[in-house]
């Protein structure tokens, strides 16, 4: 019974013997997995799924040193020639020879990893400043721009450097990676053949990468930072405001209020542009109904830009009437402006899409006329209620007897069609006399103030006229 027992605790400690060495030799090989698939096979530092944890954990150690973490990503200024010139093999001993001096030239607390091809971040937590920042930035690029003994060359390299300091405003990490790979581009616009550094700072937000900048749209389409200023635009005869333009602004947290339009370009290549132009459209007519109720004697038009993917909508009619319903706009105070560009050769479509807009009672309007198609079937095919006139006509009035000839049979046939002509760009008293002796109907430019903000406007419309900018000194 006794030699039962003993066998029997024998073979249950084998047993566990056994199971504990299966599970820690599958321990082990989890572990090496992990290693391996956060590993760069190529240097063997740490790859780019390993970055984020890197300087998540950088970030820990330099708060409670009361210290700031930063990002320094280098790229090798033209690998792809090396490539080219002497093969892959080459350039693959190179990135090798380059990982071991960024290695070997390191401070303790910095992590060099690599992210992509010719590209290597360094992680550190110990900068104090900015200037700090890029004092290590240049020594990295000092350490790395040494000649390189690979096989029978010596091939010399320069970085491309972009850095970007935590500044513990508790930003994701994924944001300060991004922010670093920003700088690291504008880096290399700068067209330089020798190091160049970068160090981020929020005015490079106006260059994002695609990927930044589409997630800061959508963000800023789910906070509603987008809103509308308006342009006067002004009858040069009496110099009354007689309609407005809308324009899209963004109130970026970053930035303050943007005003330029390449966050519509961007919009616009990422895809955004159209629940933004729709939201617009109906703010737009909200707005105009609230001023028809508060100065109804005063005939007051407002125009609003069509963008192009809108105009391809098969149902823009019946969208637009609807704003129109749920706004109460009155449709003859409203001009849906298309740039001429966007009907490209599907005239006869863009009309179809149209017309029951036009037979509703909204006014139609032709933007940058001249610098785009310049065919005349649109004056002919549409019936047009505005013609704005590109401000690159009336800038050089006066002063170039072509455009002159131009903008004064633009304005004529403008009249013989019974279309109003609206001069873009009027920015001095001379352009307006000039325009105005051209007999043209309306302008908007710097002479008649910015875009602004809807209460600016009331300003306008309890006085009725705009006063014109003084012109500048000198």
């Given at each position: 019974m006794a030699l039962a027992v003993v066998a029997l605790l024998v073979v249950t400690a084998v047993a566990?013997?056994?199971?504990?060495?299966?599970?820690?030799?599958?321990?082990?090989?989890?572990?090496?997995?992990?290693?391996t698939v956060r590993t760069d096979g190529l240097t063997g530092l740490p790859n780019r799924m390993a970055i984020a944890e890197t300087l998540a954990a950088a970030r820990a150690r330099a708060?409670?040193?009361?210290?700031?973490?930063?990002?320094?990503?280098?790229?090798?200024?033209?690998?792809?020639?090396?490539?080219e010139t002497y093969g892959p093999e080459v350039g693959d001993a190179l990135l090798r020879a380059v990982a071991t001096q960024l290695l070997e030239r390191g401070r303790p607390g910095e992590v060099v990893t690599r992210d992509a091809g010719p590209t290597f971040v360094v992680v550190l937590d110990g900068i104090r400043e900015r200037d700090a920042l890029a004092r290590r930035a240049a020594e990295i690029g000092g350490a790395v721009e040494v000649p390189y003994a690979i096989g029978h060359d010596h091939i010399r390299v320069t970085l491309l450097i972009g850095a970007v300091l935590d500044d513990g405003a508790d930003r994701p990490v994924e944001d300060l990676l991004e922010d670093a790979g920003l700088a690291l581009e504008q880096a290399a616009g700068a067209g330089s053949t020798g190091t160049t550094i970068t160090i981020y700072d929020e005015n490079l937000r106006v260059g994002d990468t695609p990927v930044h900048a589409e997630r800061r749209l959508r963000r800023a389409i789910d906070e509603e930072q987008f809103r509308l200023h308006y342009l006067?635009?002004?009858?040069?005869?009496?110099?009354?405001?007689?309609?407005?333009?809308a324009r899209l602004v963004w109130d970026d947290p970053d930035r303050g209020t943007v005003t330029d339009r390449s966050f519509v370009e961007r919009l616009h290549t990422t895809g955004l542009l159209v629940p933004v132009a729709w939201w617009?459209?109906?703010?737009?007519?909200?707005?105009?109904?609230?001023?028809?109720?508060?100065?109804?004697?005063?005939?007051?038009?407002?125009?609003?830009?069509?963008?192009?993917?809108?105009?391809?909508?098969?149902?823009?009619a019946d969208q637009v009437l609807q704003i129109l319903d749920r706004t109460g706009a009155t449709p003859d105070r409203l001009c849906l402006e298309i740039p001429e560009w966007a009907y490209g050769s599907q005239v006869e479509d863009s009309w179809t899409r149209l017309r029951p807009l036009k037979e509703a009672g909204i006014l139609l309007g032709l933007a940058d006329f001249g610098v785009g198609y310049s065919s005349l079937r649109y004056l002919r095919r549409f019936q047009l209620d505005l013609l704005k006139i590109d401000r690159v006509f009336v800038q050089s009035v006066g002063s170039n007897r072509a455009d002159d000839?131009?903008?004064?049979?633009?304005?004529?046939?403008?009249h013989a069609l019974g279309i109003a002509a609206l001069a873009d760009g009027v920015d001095t008293e001379h352009q307006a006399m000039l325009m105005q002796s051209m007999r043209c109907d309306y302008g908007t430019g710097e002479l008649f103030g910015a875009p602004v903000p809807a209460g600016d406007i009331d300003e306008l419309l309890a006085t009725g006229t705009v006063r014109r900018r003084p012109p500048t000194p000198g």
């Open positions: 566990v013997a056994t199971a504990l060495a299966g599970q820690r030799r599958a321990y082990a090989a989890r572990r090496q997995l992990e290693r708060a409670r040193n009361g210290m700031h973490a930063a990002v320094i990503a280098a790229r090798l200024h033209r690998f792809e020639l090396v490539n006067p635009v002004v009858e040069l005869g009496s110099g009354r405001i007689a309609a407005v333009e617009g459209l109906e703010e737009t007519c909200r707005q105009s109904r609230d001023w028809q109720d508060r100065f109804g004697t005063i005939e007051l038009r407002t125009i609003a830009r069509v963008p192009p993917r809108l105009l391809a909508q098969a149902d823009l000839a131009i903008v004064e049979q633009l304005v004529s046939l403008c």
